[in-house]
């Protein structure tokens, strides 16, 4: 959502508010798993909501920092990981638009993104066996 209009990114944050809520209330947290690729091309964002075991929050945030720093582009020219907290999840704060990435969002409050340097070596699924683990 780093490129959409103030309107979109406010609704998807209010959707993701409450998504929130509905799970905070069943004891869980929610990971956002906001991937945005080939925006130059052919722009493609898919955001993906998953409901964890509230305690596990800390040992998802430490698996993907470590995953996104164990990251195989040697040559990245890019930070391999940006904090998204103290914007409280607002991409659009910490990355450029027109840039791909990926955006790891625990409870609507931030967590940490990594830009996408090659689109055809991300692989999605990598990201999802991340959290499986």
């Known amino acids: ?42 722009p493609h964002i898919q955001i993906d909501c998953i409901p964890i075991e509230s305690d596990l ?26 904090d998204t907290v103290d914007s409280k999840g607002d991409i659009q704060a910490v990355i450029p638009a027109n840039f791909s990435y990926f955006h790891l969002d625990i409870n609507a409050k931030g967590g940490f993104a990594h830009v996408i340097e090659d689109s055809r070596k991300f692989n999605r699924i990598h990201v999802l066996e991340v959290l499986s683990s």
């Open 1 to 42: 959502t780093n490129q959409c209009e103030e309107d979109i990114a406010q609704e998807i944050r209010s959707f993701k508010l409450s998504l929130v809520g509905h799970f905070g209330k069943k004891g869980k947290s929610v990971v956002f798993l906001e991937t945005a690729i080939d925006l130059e091309n052919i």
């Open 57 to 82: 929050e800390e040992d998802v945030k430490l698996f993907f920092k470590k995953a996104l720093t164990e990251d195989d582009e040697e040559w990245s020219t890019h930070k391999k990981i940006y």
